[in-house]
């Protein structure tokens, strides 16, 4: 599997973030299969945002869940994250994973500034 994000890098506060995730090799609906998004902040340790399990069922991080949604575009086998409401606290590198955490894209960064 290669999971590979894609994003705008750079967003103003109150912008709304969309963020892709491009699964190669694999189906994104295949049985018992689900896919994570995480982050981590500048100095600052990893945070589990959300995942989305292959029967479409979503789980979000207690501290994000207002602001966050996590779908599928399965027809292009894509995973979609987006952040309402986005402050400067938001900035992190964003990583899609598959649901075990074996298989990581490389991130990418969201830079959230005025």
């Known amino acids: 599997l290669q999971l590979q994000e894609s994003g705008p890098g750079l967003m103003k506060p109150s912008q709304t973030l969309s963020l892709t995730c491009t699964v190669f090799?694999?189906?994104?609906?295949?049985?018992?299969?689900?896919w994570t998004w995480i982050r981590q902040a500048p100095g600052k340790g990893l945070e589990w945002i959300g995942y989305?399990?292959?029967?479409?069922?979503?789980y979000y991080s207690p501290s994000l869940m207002s602001r966050t949604s996590i779908s599928t575009d399965t027809s292009n086998n894509r995973v979609s994250l987006q952040v309402n409401s986005v402050t400067p606290e938001d900035t992190a590198v964003y990583y899609c994973a598959e649901g075990g955490m074996e298989y990581w894209g490389k991130g990418t960064l969201i830079t959230v500034s005025s």
């Open positions: 989305i399990d292959y029967s479409g069922n979503t």
């Open positions: 090799g694999g189906s994104i609906t295949a049985k018992y299969m689900a």
